[in-house]
Protein backbone atom coordinates (compact mmCIF):
# COMPACT_ATOMS: atom_id res chain seq x y z
CA UNK A 1 0.00 0.00 0.00
CA UNK A 2 1.40 3.25 -1.00
CA UNK A 3 1.22 6.04 1.51
CA UNK A 4 -1.24 9.09 0.11
CA UNK A 5 0.79 12.03 -1.28
CA UNK A 6 0.05 15.67 -0.91
CA UNK A 7 -2.37 17.03 -3.82
CA UNK A 8 -2.61 20.46 -3.68
CA UNK A 9 -5.55 22.46 -5.93
CA UNK A 10 -5.19 25.39 -7.95
CA UNK A 11 -7.63 28.16 -5.99
CA UNK A 12 -9.43 30.93 -7.62
CA UNK A 13 -10.14 33.58 -4.90
CA UNK A 14 -13.65 35.13 -4.77
CA UNK A 15 -14.33 38.50 -5.66
CA UNK A 16 -15.26 39.29 -2.07
CA UNK A 17 -12.11 38.29 -0.38
CA UNK A 18 -12.70 39.30 2.79
CA UNK A 19 -15.34 37.19 3.31
CA UNK A 20 -13.52 34.08 3.01
CA UNK A 21 -11.17 32.01 5.75
CA UNK A 22 -8.32 30.92 4.40
CA UNK A 23 -8.23 28.53 7.49
CA UNK A 24 -11.49 26.63 5.30
CA UNK A 25 -9.00 25.83 2.10
CA UNK A 26 -4.98 25.75 3.54
CA UNK A 27 -3.59 23.84 6.39
CA UNK A 28 -0.69 25.53 7.07
CA UNK A 29 0.23 23.21 9.86
CA UNK A 30 0.16 20.44 7.06
CA UNK A 31 4.16 18.99 6.58
CA UNK A 32 3.79 18.73 3.00
CA UNK A 33 2.68 22.57 3.05
CA UNK A 34 5.99 23.74 1.52
CA UNK A 35 5.88 21.45 -0.76
CA UNK A 36 2.86 22.33 -2.01
CA UNK A 37 3.44 26.04 -1.97
CA UNK A 38 6.88 24.97 -4.49
CA UNK A 39 3.75 23.59 -6.56
CA UNK A 40 1.82 26.23 -6.75
CA UNK A 41 4.65 27.97 -7.88
CA UNK A 42 5.94 26.33 -10.59
CA UNK A 43 2.62 26.11 -12.14
CA UNK A 44 2.31 29.64 -11.41
CA UNK A 45 -1.25 29.67 -9.24
CA UNK A 46 -2.41 32.29 -7.93
CA UNK A 47 -3.36 30.81 -5.11
CA UNK A 48 -4.26 26.81 -3.96
CA UNK A 49 -6.54 24.84 -2.21
CA UNK A 50 -5.52 21.89 0.56
CA UNK A 51 -9.21 20.94 0.86
CA UNK A 52 -9.54 18.24 -1.48
CA UNK A 53 -5.79 16.59 -0.41
CA UNK A 54 -6.29 13.04 1.25
CA UNK A 55 -3.70 14.66 4.25
CA UNK A 56 -5.56 17.98 4.84
CA UNK A 57 -7.00 17.43 8.05
CA UNK A 58 -4.19 15.35 9.20
CA UNK A 59 -1.90 17.69 10.96
CA UNK A 60 -3.16 20.19 13.83
CA UNK A 61 -2.17 23.20 15.27
CA UNK A 62 -0.44 22.43 18.36
CA UNK A 63 -2.43 23.22 21.18
CA UNK A 64 -1.57 24.17 25.25
CA UNK A 65 -1.03 20.26 26.00
CA UNK A 66 2.48 20.27 23.32
CA UNK A 67 3.78 22.75 25.50
CA UNK A 68 2.10 22.64 29.36
CA UNK A 69 5.35 20.16 30.39
CA UNK A 70 8.31 21.26 28.23
CA UNK A 71 8.98 24.49 29.92
CA UNK A 72 11.56 24.53 32.43
CA UNK A 73 10.64 24.92 36.04
CA UNK A 74 10.58 28.05 37.81
CA UNK A 75 13.58 27.95 40.69
CA UNK A 76 11.93 30.85 42.38
CA UNK A 77 8.69 29.14 43.07
CA UNK A 78 7.65 26.59 45.26
Same mark, same amino acid.
Request: aromatic share 12%; glycine share 4%; net charge neutral.
Given at each position: MS? $? *? +? @? +??EFRL??? $???FAIEEHR? /??? @??YGAC?? /? &?VKK???SFSCAKCPLFHE?? &? +?GASAYAFN *?????? @??
Amino acid at each position: MSC $A *Q +P @R +PTEFRLPLR $AESFAIEEHRN /VHC @RFYGACID /V &AVKKDWDSFSCAKCPLFHEDR &A +PGASAYAFN *QPADPG @RP
